[in-house]
């Protein structure tokens, strides 16, 4: 829900954004979360989880539970909530575990 008009604070209306998730081109507040942009467009299912594959997505709402967990701009394992959307960025489901860095290094 976007609330245009505020009863005490007035009309604020924010300029509108582009961000991709999964390759899909989505709209944007700017100043919004890239967790309240994907609600804001439809979207409740950010990821699965690593053991049981189930749908993920926004919980807590202030980064406690690490439930809505995406990748942005390549950064896997990002927490959504707490990350302000920007233009032209990148976000993918998180489907599995990491990569970690031993593993590309080589170490």
Same mark, same amino acid.
């Given at each position: 829900?976007?609330?245009?008009?505020?009863? @005490?604070?007035?009309? %604020? $209306? =924010? =300029?509108? *954004?582009?961000?991709?998730?999964? &390759? /899909? +081109?989505?709209?944007? #507040? /700017? &100043? /919004?979360? $890239?967790?309240?942009?994907?609600?804001?467009?439809?979207?409740?299912?950010?990821? @699965? !989880?690593?053991?049981?594959? %189930?749908?993920r997505g926004l919980y807590c709402a202030n980064g #406690?539970?690490? +439930?809505?967990? $995406?990748?942005?701009? &390549?950064?896997?394992? !990002? *927490? +959504?909530?707490?990350? *302000? $959307?920007?233009e032209g960025m990148i976000v993918a489901s998180t489907?599995?575990?990491? @990569? *970690? #860095? !031993?593993?590309?290094?080589?170490?």
């Open positions: 829900m976007l609330m245009i008009e505020h009863p @005490v604070l007035g009309k %604020k $209306v =924010e =300029e509108e *954004i582009t961000f991709y998730f999964n &390759g /899909q +081109s989505l709209k944007a #507040r /700017q &100043g /919004q979360t $890239v967790a309240a942009a994907l609600i804001a467009n439809g979207i409740k299912k950010f990821g @699965v !989880s690593r053991k049981l594959f %189930k749908a #406690r539970c690490c +439930s809505c967990f $995406v990748t942005i701009n &390549g950064l896997e394992h !990002s *927490i +959504s909530c707490n990350r *302000i $959307v920007e489907d599995g575990d990491p @990569v *970690i #860095r !031993s593993e590309i290094d080589g170490n």
